[in-house]
């Protein structure tokens, strides 16, 4: 007897046949002989992701490769890839982990952990501002690129061991590095879009020209 699983490793869902004891059927794209992963297993977890991931993977990535360049921007903007991951985080702790202390508390004190390691990083960073216009420029960085990167690949091998065995949302080595990779990627935007906020605030004003592509 099988079931489909739709795993929602925050948002990446994938549908398997499994069987319901979590056991992998005989001949099933996500097993082989020694439990390793085949290119059919890659095709399906590829071939069975949402529309809307890829292009919400698109569009992170696109801001991602913009931030390695100087750029001009509305200040408000940079709340958006924050907020997307914070959501994402929330997402995730209501579809694919149990809401209980230990899932909560993880994802909580990894945000913090975050948002402090985030502001230790951008304590250098030099910006300036165009406060009548709300404006902010920002020096190129491979940050939000690069962490956009790892947290997909994080999220695919999660979301894989999911679709493996269902059980695992329910272990606690499970939920403490999905829900401490969420919040720990959050916080350090949230750390990072703290500061910038700080020394927004603290510089003097300088005319900017907002460019055509924003980006974070």
Request: proline share 4%; with cysteine.
């Amino acid at each position: 007897m099988s079931r489909t699983i739709w795993f929602y490793s925050l948002g990446l869902c994938v549908a398997h046949d499994a069987d319901v004891d979590g056991t992998r059927r005989r001949g099933h794209p996500l097993a082989t002989k020694y439990g390793g992963i085949g290119m059919d297993t890659v095709s399906d977890i590829i071939g069975g992701t949402p529309t809307w991931v890829w292009v919400l993977l698109v569009f992170l990535i696109i801001r991602g490769v913009q931030a390695t360049k100087t750029g001009v921007m509305p200040f408000w903007r940079l709340l958006i890839i924050p907020t997307l991951f914070t959501g994402w985080g929330l997402l995730g702790l209501l579809t694919t982990l149990q809401l209980t202390a230990f899932s909560v508390g993880t994802w909580v004190i990894a945000i913090v952990a975050g948002c402090l390691a985030g502001r230790h990083m951008a304590r250098d960073v030099t910006l300036r501002a165009d406060k009548p216009r709300g404006l902010v420029e920002l020096p190129g960085s491979v940050f939000t690129l690069v962490l956009i990167l790892v947290i997909f690949a994080a999220k695919y091998v999660l979301g894989y061991q999911l679709a493996v065995n269902p059980d695992n949302a329910r272990s606690a080595i499970y939920v403490f590095f999905d829900a401490g990779i969420s919040g720990l990627v959050a916080g350090l935007f949230i750390g990072r879009v703290w500061i910038y906020h700080r020394k927004y605030q603290a510089a003097e004003d300088t005319p900017l020209q907002e460019e055509p592509l924003a980006r974070q």
